[in-house]
């Protein structure tokens, strides 16, 4: 059975920062790709960063030179640094783990961690 634990959400202020934990139970190293994917009541769940096992990062145009994703490979954990945070970053934010084995895709997801950005 794998656990994702998402952690790190709050309240913060415009231009404030925040950083989220994504902790998988096991190794990290079990996934081909770690993902953030934030979603509102408005809009269908969006891809913000991801890293694969190499190290390889993507972000969503929104977010690049405000967010940075990495990974800690001794602690099992994904981080999601988000810094210059905006009112439109406000939306509950999930970990994903995804493996690929003979052509098919498993996705693992956490609980989710709420990230509001007000004043």
């Known amino acids: 059975q794998v656990h994702i634990v998402e952690s790190g959400g709050g309240l913060v202020q415009p231009g404030g920062s925040l950083r989220l934990s994504c902790a998988a139970s096991?190794?990290?190293?079990?996934?081909?790709?770690v993902a953030w994917y934030r979603q509102t009541p408005r809009k269908q769940r969006e891809l913000v960063a991801s890293i694969t096992r190499g190290g390889s990062t993507n972000y969503t145009d929104s977010v690049k030179g405000r967010f940075t994703i990495s990974r800690d490979n001794a602690k099992n954990t994904v981080y999601l640094q988000m810094n210059s945070l905006k009112s439109e970053d406000t939306a509950v934010y999930y970990c994903?783990?995804?493996?690929?084995?003979?052509?098919?895709?498993?996705?693992?997801w956490g609980q989710g961690t709420q990230v509001t950005v007000s004043s």
């Open positions: 994903n783990g995804a493996t690929f084995l003979s052509g098919t895709r498993f996705d693992y």
């Open positions: 096991g190794t990290i190293f079990r996934f081909n790709v």
